[in-house]
């Protein structure tokens, strides 16, 4: 049985700090989180922090790629080296996200996720724990920086075949869309996350689609409505939108796209004070260009995903939008403790044991807790990511 021991951790537990921890794993899994010194066997490995902190690994359920890969390129070498990329920058847990696209497409990146997800072994990369359905459900005028031609409303005979994949753990549609309900319903009845997202939706969509069991909406402020863009679309009286319904509703959770660039420090504060730690979670939504120098990209499949440029901080369409993030989950983290009111405990648990409660996980992973995944950060005081642990392994980034 392998063993290993941290000493002399600073453990971020879910509601607190703990400082001089020993936090020892065993075949695995966390075995004990102790102020004193536990008998270990003799073979243990030691990991000496000197009072740095171990963390939960993050999980993310919501990124298209990393490292030159979009996870729609629909290989199994974009999705390995995608959620390599993206475990380098603490993320042990990830759901790859779909864009819009064709049919084939889909069905490509979900082979290409079933085929990593099930190779044994010490993982070299972030865990796939699913797949988020994410595209190609959008409404049309808020595609954002997807291919408008990729898009369409969710008809049975096409979405059911994704579902039975097994893959599918999170599920995304505009929520004015016809069909909207059967797909909402269909994602409640395989016990998915459902979501509102590229949407324009009105309060009372938001409502009924609800009552199918949508609880939560994409990258808050982003590709969603409010109430001038409602008008916009149904006239008056002016009508709520998403942003009001996510705000109303105690049930309903969101996500925020941290990198700085995205949302300014008020908004990010307003989130977390409005939505707490607990509805509250940090994605990456992260691009290909993670990791790679300023330049013209896709956002998307390579053969005929939409072109964005990174300036090395932000992805940018040609349209002057932001087409979604470059950073990987340790920035975000930064950029939360740094531009709200959030402890650090609350900003890792929005990395990390939020969307793990939102995605069915939070038995098996997002906390430092015994009996749960050994998957560990060593972070240092500037929260930067020094060593990765997944399930008890640690993560070798020698190439
Ligand atoms: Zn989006
Ligand atoms: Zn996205």
């Not at 902190?53 to 999980?59: A, D, E, H, L, R």
């Not at 049919?103 to 085929?115: C, G, N, S, V």
């Not at 753990?169 to 909402?184: D, K, N, S, V």
């Not at 730690?277 to 992260?286: A, G, N, Q």
Request: hydrophobic fraction near 40%; charged fraction near 25%.
């Amino acid at each position: 049985m392998s063993s290993l021991l941290f000493t002399d951790a600073t453990a971020i537990l879910p509601d607190r700090l703990v400082e001089s921890a020993f936090i020892w794993c065993e075949s695995g899994k966390i075995r004990s989180i102790t102020q004193r010194a536990p008998k270990v066997p003799a073979d243990t490995q030691v990991v000496e922090c000197r009072g740095q902190y171990v963390s939960p690994g993050f999980v993310d359920i919501h990124v298209h790629g990393g490292a030159g890969h979009d996870f729609m390129d629909g290989t199994v070498e974009a999705m390995r080296a995608a959620c390599r990329a993206h475990a380098r920058h603490g993320t042990t847990t990830i759901f790859p996200t779909t864009t819009t696209g064709s049919a084939e497409q889909i069905h490509a990146m979900l082979d290409a996720a079933k085929t990593v997800k099930a190779a044994r072994g010490t993982p070299q990369g972030a865990r796939i724990a699913g797949v988020h359905l994410y595209g190609p459900y959008f409404a049309e005028d808020k595609v954002g920086c997807h291919s408008v031609e990729g898009r369409r409303s969710p008809v049975a005979r096409e979405f059911l075949r994704y579902f039975e994949s097994g893959l599918v753990q999170i599920a995304t549609c505009a929520a004015e869309l016809p069909g909207a309900a059967a797909f909402y319903r269909e994602a409640r009845r395989r016990r998915c996350l459902v979501t509102c997202g590229h949407s324009n939706a009105s309060w009372p969509e938001m409502a009924a689609a609800f009552k199918c069991g949508m609880r939560h909406v994409d990258h808050f402020w982003c590709a969603m409505s409010h109430v001038s863009s409602v008008r916009q679309r149904l006239g008056v009286p002016m009508r709520g939108s998403m942003l009001e319904f996510v705000l109303g509703t105690p049930e309903m959770s969101t996500e925020v796209i941290a990198d700085g660039c995205h949302l300014a420090p008020e908004l990010l504060d307003f989130a977390y004070r409005k939505k707490g730690p607990r509805k509250l979670c940090l994605v990456t939504d992260s691009n290909r260009a993670l990791d790679l120098p300023p330049g013209r990209y896709r956002f998307g499949p390579g053969q005929d995903g939409s072109w964005f440029d990174s300036d090395g901080k932000v992805g940018w369409a040609p349209n002057g939008s932001l087409a979604s993030s470059i950073m990987g989950m340790d920035h975000m983290v930064r950029q939360m403790k740094k531009d709200t009111t959030a402890s650090l405990p609350e900003v890792i648990r929005m990395a990390s044991l939020t969307p793990a409660e939102l995605t069915g996980l939070s038995r098996r992973t997002g906390s430092l807790e015994a009996g749960k995944r050994a998957d560990l950060l060593l972070l240092n005081r500037r929260l930067n990511v020094k060593r990765v642990f997944i399930g008890g392994s640690e993560v070798s980034f020698e190439d």
